[in-house]
């Protein structure tokens, strides 16, 4: 096994820190929202005093820029502008950057008219900030564009990372070197020639590197090998790529957009942009959930210590994130505290369950305490529901892809809660179906899935179904 340090090495010999471009896209996500907002005041500032004599109300000017600057972003993440290749795209053709923000004032605009809130806001200084705001941009792009240009010169940004997986015969033909974009940071090489078993050699190392890019690079005539290694790498939160063989790497790249030669295989779940509409909206429905179901909270808290001895939240490990652990929050609904290999799942008519505890599990108020996992960044609002370990040890091997449920943070509510499919699992036809409704919802992610999710488990009739 070999890895090959793509970053580069600071002015002392040693690798230096790396910064990802998640972070670095939420850096500048941010950087124009802010760019957004200042304009807005100043534009408003001064259109005001040209205009009435007066710098008018700076709340206001402050709240109509925080609303272009939040469609902007939500504007810009859905057309895949935080993407680094379509970043990098926009800092050189400025008219792409110009589209997003049309867009975002006739979004801005649509919404006032509907809303009869257009005539709180001057149409001359709306004027000003969609011809201020668009110039201020350009010189933010270009600065934010020079300062990822001297991060990779100097090593020190890893947007990806890549894991070859193959035999030495093939890896040898591959012709790996950094491209221009989303270049890996690291490739590990693992050989599995003469390996006793290579997918789980395979599936070790990608637990280590956590690779966004998996390339098999075995022959297409061992069919077999590449089904093994497919299906032991796919519970993984990576795309996994088939290498070409010689005679067909000039066509390498021809069929999709891949930041590396070869085939897909399988997608990645979620792409950039995509992870960070998500996690945005992650922290702005938990955070809004906690602050307005505050005095819920404490009232039940208050019903737990009342009805029965205990700690009024109960934790339990369970399997997360590309097959992590953690500890999961729930309000105590039973008078046992069962964890690990003694768990058991609750049943119609469990004499386990509370006097309160049977109304907190027949309204899910048992599961709000998550909302302190979502803000950790443990779990996600809507996602597969995390399985207590001893119940994915159950059926990890005997339902095929049960654990690529785990390439997305879990979620206090899911597509297949929302369709019935939760409580006990007693019979392995019961989890086939909930893994099912995992395994569409993984395929078929999108931000108004989620928003649709997350309004079935308020009003549908079968997010209740099932609770005891």
Not at 102 to 123: E, G, Q
Not at 140 to 154: I, K
Not at 321 to 334: A, D, G, I, Y
């Amino acid at each position: 096994m070999t890895s090959i340090d793509l970053a580069g090495t600071d002015e002392t010999g040693r690798a230096g820190r790396t910064v990802t471009w998640p972070v670095l896209a939420f850096v500048t996500a941010m950087l124009d929202a802010g760019a957004i907002v200042a304009t807005a005041l100043i534009a408003g500032h001064i259109y005001y005093r040209a205009a009435f004599g007066s710098a008018g109300s700076m709340a206001g000017h402050l709240g109509w820029g925080a609303t272009f600057a939040i469609v902007f972003v939500l504007v810009a993440s859905f057309r895949g502008d935080y993407g680094l290749q379509a970043y990098l795209r926009a800092a050189r053709r400025p008219g792409h950057l110009w589209v997003s923000w049309t867009i975002t004032f006739a979004a801005v605009l649509t919404l006032m008219f509907l809303l009869k809130s257009s005539v709180d806001i001057s149409r001359g200084a709306t004027v000003v900030l969609y011809a201020a705001g668009f110039i201020a941009f350009l010189p933010l792009r270009l600065l934010t564009g020079h300062v990822v240009a001297r991060l990779r010169a100097s090593g020190r940004f890893a947007p990806r990372r890549l894991l070859v997986v193959g035999r030495r015969a093939t890896i040898a033909v591959q012709r790996l070197r950094p491209r221009d974009g989303e270049l890996p940071a690291v490739t590990e090489i693992v050989e599995i020639d003469g390996a006793a078993d290579p997918a789980t050699l395979a599936l070790d190392a990608a637990r280590r590197l956590q690779p966004d890019d998996i390339l098999i690079a075995v022959p297409w005539s061992d069919m077999e090998l590449i089904e093994a290694l497919t299906d032991a790498l796919v519970v993984t939160p990576a795309a996994i790529r088939l290498a070409p063989e010689r005679g067909l790497r000039r066509y390498a790249g021809l069929s999709d957009d891949n930041q590396e030669p070869g085939f897909l295989l399988v997608r990645a779940p979620l792409g950039t942009s995509e992870v960070f509409i998500k996690r945005g909206m992650d922290l702005v429905v938990a955070s809004l959930a906690l602050v307005v179901l505050a005095p819920v909270l404490a009232l039940v808290a208050l019903l737990i210590k009342l009805d029965s001895a205990g700690p009024v939240l109960f934790r339990q490990t369970r399997h997360g994130f590309n097959q992590s652990t953690f500890r999961v929050f729930k309000f105590r609904s039973m008078s046992v505290m069962e964890d690990g290999a003694a768990f058991t799942q609750a049943r119609r008519g469990d004499t386990r369950v509370t006097r309160v505890g049977y109304w907190l599990r027949r309204t899910n108020i048992d599961e709000l305490p998550q909302i302190l996992n979502v803000l950790t960044g443990d779990m996600s609002i809507v996602g597969p529901r995390p399985h207590p370990v001893a119940l994915n040890d159950a059926f990890d091997s005997r339902i095929a892809h049960y654990s690529r449920r785990h390439v997305v943070r879990p979620g206090i509510t899911g597509w297949a809660q929302v369709h019935g499919l939760r409580g006990e699992t007693d019979t392995e036809e019961k989890m086939r179906a909930r893994v099912a409704y995992d395994l569409a919802y993984l395929k078929n992610w999108s931000f108004w899935l989620d928003c649709r999710i997350i309004l079935m488990t308020l009003v549908s009739r079968a997010s209740y179904r099932n609770a005891f």
